[in-house]
Structures are given as structure tokens and as C-alpha cells.
């Protein structure tokens, strides 16, 4: 991890000048962020970020335990059938 120090409106690139970071505000232990960058580029904070990712976890979870279900279900039809 690269650690920086940074003053109110000082920046930081990345990738060249493709993302730019700037200190906009500092106030007590808070620290308010400008993001420049292109619009392909996703910024999350990152709670957001994770709550995105349970949010696909948890979506996911139920249409592969429907599948198991439905293997279970066409089991016992087989069964029932023989």
C-alpha cells in the first residue's frame, strides 16, 4: 500500500492523468475526497462496494439452491415412476 501525506487541495494521480484524487476538505478526522475520472471508471465507497457484493452473493444463492431443489424433486419423480 502506498501511503501519502496530502493538504486541503493538493491531488494525486493514477494511471497517468486518468484518475485524479484531490483533498477537498479536511475537518477533525474526517477527509473529504474529489474523484476525476473517466465515466468507465466505477468508485464505490467501500461499504457501499461490499454491500454490493453480498447483495450478488445473496441473489445468486437462491437460483443455485432452486436448481438443487429441483434435482431433488425430479429424483423423487424418477423413484415414483420406476
Do not use: F
Amino acid at each position: 500500500m502506498l501511503v501519502l501525506s496530502r493538504e486541503k487541495g493538493q491531488a494525486v494521480y493514477i494511471n497517468g492523468e486518468e484518475i485524479k484524487i484531490t483533498i477537498v476538505d479536511v475537518r477533525g478526522s474526517r477527509v473529504r475526497l474529489g474523484i476525476e475520472a473517466p465515466t468507465h471508471v466505477s468508485i464505490h465507497r467501500k461499504e457501499v462496494y461490499e454491500a454490493m457484493q453480498r447483495e450478488k452473493q445473496g441473489s445468486e444463492k437462491p437460483y443455485v439452491e432452486s436448481l438443487g431443489e429441483n434435482e431433488e424433486n425430479s429424483k423423487g419423480l424418477e423413484e415414483e415412476l420406476k
